[in-house]
């Protein structure tokens, strides 16, 4: 299997987001949030499901997790508890990658953000944290 360098990966070992290497196989998902924790929450679920998964922190790097140098990732996911240029996130939908996208129920501008984005689902946390295998069966366009 080859590898390709990006911005931030899910490398194993100790699972730290960190300049590393992404496996180009099927079912690569990446994750832009900068919460650390539950980031490694996301990741510990997919992985489980056969996922690759690698975490970016900002918009940059989440574009070339979703591109990938070609490979193209299978599902991008957005967690907007903190601030997301959504518009920079609208940009990416050239990618052809489904993103989904979570954040506080009671953020309605942020649902509203994401939407017009061209964001491909977006639930409130509670439902992503319920459903995450769910939602990335039924939205990823390949299996793990």
Same mark, same amino acid.
């Given at each position: 299997?080859?590898?390709?360098?990006?911005?931030? =990966?899910? =490398?194993?070992? =100790?699972?730290?987001?960190?300049?590393?290497?992404?496996?180009?196989?099927?079912?690569? +998902?990446?994750? *832009?949030?900068?919460?650390?924790?539950?980031?490694?929450?996301?990741?510990?679920? *997919?992985?489980?499901? &056969?996922?690759?998964?690698?975490?970016?922190?900002? +918009?940059?790097?989440?574009?070339?997790?979703?591109?990938?140098?070609?490979?193209?990732?299978?599902?991008?996911?957005?967690?907007?508890?903190?601030?997301?240029?959504?518009?920079?996130?609208?940009?990416?939908?050239?990618?052809?990658?489904?993103?989904?996208?979570? &954040?506080?129920?009671?953020? +309605?501008? &942020?649902?509203?953000?994401?939407?017009?984005?061209? +964001?491909?689902?977006?639930?409130?946390?509670?439902?992503?944290?319920?459903? *995450?295998?769910?939602?990335? *069966?039924?939205?990823?366009?390949?299996?793990?």
């Amino acid at each position: 299997m080859t590898d390709r360098p990006i911005a931030t =990966s899910d =490398s194993g070992g =100790s699972g730290d987001s960190q300049i590393g290497r992404v496996p180009l196989a099927s079912g690569l +998902v990446g994750v *832009l949030s900068t919460d650390l924790f539950f980031g490694m929450r996301i990741r510990t679920s *997919l992985r489980q499901m &056969g996922y690759s998964v690698a975490i970016a922190k900002d +918009v940059p790097s989440f574009s070339t997790l979703l591109e990938n140098d070609g490979q193209q990732a299978c599902l991008g996911i957005v967690d907007f508890n903190y601030p997301v240029d959504w518009d920079a996130i609208g940009e990416l939908k050239h990618a052809g990658v489904p993103i989904l996208a979570f &954040g506080p129920h009671k953020d +309605v501008d &942020g649902f509203r953000a994401a939407k017009k984005a061209g +964001v491909t689902r977006v639930v409130a946390n509670g439902e992503f944290s319920r459903a *995450l295998p769910d939602l990335a *069966l039924r939205y990823a366009t390949k299996p793990p």
